[in-house]
């Protein structure tokens, strides 16, 4: 319940959502007596597009989750596994295509590789089922397909399948790396979703070391710089709301203990 509540939620916190969502009951509202709400809707949603599309609100939203955990420093010493989240693959756009296709976060998946390649003796975990609410495609298997084609040997990982969320890859990828006290794992995902999935790594019992991968900017410099199309900046908009309100909701239920962890 909570999975299904979590997504319809979801989908309208989404800025880019919420806003279409107020423009277009204005103009259903048109059609009726309240016109003169209806018109200061459909101008309240338009004004709010563009200054979220076009203004740095975006790249603002989402430094703070990048800049919070630093690269890793491989002087700590050789991982013992890496556990890579999914989130890189387009399964059903795989399946129809029968190719691999990899998404804005494809360096979950090229990072890994080089990972897998640089540390011959780490194990990996592919923590990846499916998000949607809908009956879709599991992601795992393509991804250990591509994985194989990157020169990863098979026997070197392990597909984790059932995950829905952030909190399942933890649980279920602890479930199956049953990781050994004072042994080294890395977590890879994007920068900005590294602090949502620490805590939820931390609080499943399974310490793990950032490794981010996927920047969406070069750091505080691009804080002050608008974007050039609207799409750009709601999309990155939309990526930084999902992760900080996914940080609030897992901390008010209780499924975190940090609301912002840090290294």
């Not at 399964?91 to 897998?116: C, D, H, K, M, Y």
């Not at 995902?189 to 310490?207: C, D, K």
């Not at 505080?220 to 900046?233: E, H, V």
Request: charged share 15%; net charge neutral.
């Amino acid at each position: 319940m909570f999975f299904i509540l979590s997504k319809t939620l979801g989908f309208f916190a989404l800025p880019s959502n919420l806003l279409m969502a107020i423009g277009l009951v204005g103009l259903v509202l048109l059609c009726t007596r309240f016109r003169r709400l209806a018109s200061w809707l459909v101008v309240t949603s338009l004004v709010l597009i563009a200054f979220v599309g076009y203004s740095p609100l975006g790249r603002m939203l989402i430094l703070p989750l990048e800049q919070r955990f630093p690269p890793w420093n491989p002087s700590q010493g050789p991982p013992d596994g890496i556990v890579v989240l999914g989130g890189a693959i387009a399964p059903a756009l795989s399946i129809a295509r029968g190719a691999v296709a990899l998404n804005e976060s494809a360096e979950r998946i090229t990072a890994t590789a080089e990972l897998a390649r640089r540390y011959p003796n780490a194990r990996i975990v592919f923590s990846g089922g499916t998000g949607s609410l809908f009956d879709a495609p599991i992601e795992a298997p393509i991804a250990v397909k591509e994985f194989e084609a990157l020169g990863v040997a098979h026997d070197r990982i392990t597909a984790e399948e059932q995950s829905r969320d952030t909190i399942e890859n933890a649980v279920f990828s602890r479930l199956i790396a049953q990781p050994k006290p004072g042994e080294h794992w890395l977590l890879v995902t994007s920068a900005f979703h590294m602090p949502r999935a620490v805590a939820a790594f931390r609080a499943a019992g399974f310490p793990v070391e950032a490794y981010p991968v996927d920047w969406r900017t070069r750091g505080p410099i691009d804080a002050t710089k608008p974007f050039t199309s609207l799409t750009g900046g709601l999309s990155m908009t939309d990526y930084a709301v999902h992760e900080w309100v996914g940080l609030l909701v897992y901390r008010l239920t209780g499924r975190i203990t940090e609301l912002f962890p840090g290294p």
